[in-house]
């Protein structure tokens, strides 16, 4: 990339050297009509700058784009390989081996616990798909945000830690009017967020509450390392990730805070992100 700007601003240079160059002879050339050739010339030289900072910016958003397209098949490729290579020598244990019944449940339940990961990627995968696609089709229905967020939590809290880390605080029967599989993935992917950038055993606090309108609030605060500000409006971009992922230790591919966004712009919510005291993120959605 590096190379490429550097190419392109001497053909840039070149280009508006010969310009004025040219100018310069014309106007030699013609005295009588220097007026005309400096206001000519000034108007294609303008739109000559002009063009070239639009290519620029074509050739670096592409670069950009490449090079988040990359991040994500590396991530996904990592993300892949770590739940079958676990599955694959669970089940081999478990042919090879001589086990008790409850040795052999142990094996088969964390089996099962890789595949729910490798269930929730695919979703993912398929919902951001499906967002960019999705024109009023979404199957819309009455649902219970205070079930959606605790069955999450279960399943969530046991991937985590043993000891004690999703912390609940949730008022019974909150609703919301969306579509079932999109709400579940935003609120899963918050949670999933909150602890893969969060301390190992580090506490999540998941607050569910009605504000003054009725309408349902979930706050989901983390103590982990926090998000720049700087960092902050781009978060929710496809497929970004702060960082490389050949040095980057948290797990993902890019695309969960994206679908958040996109899920909740089409049900007509918000979200805002907060910094914790001390540390950590907070991320408050507001639903309508």
Not at 6 to 32: K, S, T
Not at 140 to 160: F, G, T, W, Y
Not at 240 to 265: A, F, M, P
Request: glycine content about 6%; proline content about 2%; some cysteine.
């Amino acid at each position: 990339m590096r190379r490429s700007l550097v190419l392109f601003y001497a053909l840039m240079f070149y280009a508006i050297a010969q310009i004025v160059w040219w100018g310069i002879l014309l106007m030699e050339v013609e005295p009588n009509r220097k007026g005309m050739i400096v206001g000519e010339g000034f108007l294609f030289l303008s739109i000559f700058v002009v063009g070239a900072i639009l290519l620029k910016r074509a050739i670096v958003r592409e670069h950009n784009s490449r090079t988040q397209q990359h991040n994500f098949l590396l991530s996904v490729t990592h993300e892949l390989k770590s739940p079958l290579a676990s599955i694959k020598l669970y089940l081999q244990t478990i042919l090879k081996r001589d086990l008790d019944r409850e040795q052999r449940n142990k094996f088969l339940h964390n089996s099962l616990k890789d595949i729910e990961r490798l269930d929730d990627m695919v979703g993912n995968i398929l919902l951001a798909t499906r967002l960019e696609n999705l024109n009023g089709s979404a199957v819309m229905e009455d649902l219970n945000l205070s079930e959606i967020v605790e069955k999450v939590s279960d399943r969530l809290q046991i991937h985590a830690c043993t000891s004690q880390m999703i912390q609940l605080d949730l008022e019974p029967d909150v609703s919301v009017f969306g579509d079932r599989f999109a709400i579940t993935s935003v609120v899963t992917n918050l949670m999933e967020n909150a602890i893969k950038y969060s301390p190992e055993c580090a506490n999540v606090q998941v607050n569910l509450r009605r504000n003054e309108q009725g309408k349902g609030v979930l706050v989901v605060a983390d103590s982990g390392i926090g998000i720049a500000d700087e960092e902050k409006k781009r978060i929710f971009n496809k497929f970004y990730r702060v960082g490389s992922e050949d040095t980057r230790k948290t797990k993902g591919t890019g695309l969960g805070l994206y679908i958040v966004k996109s899920v909740l712009d089409k049900h007509k919510a918000q979200i805002k992100v907060k910094n914790n005291v001390p540390h950590g993120t907070v991320f408050e959605v507001y639903f309508n």
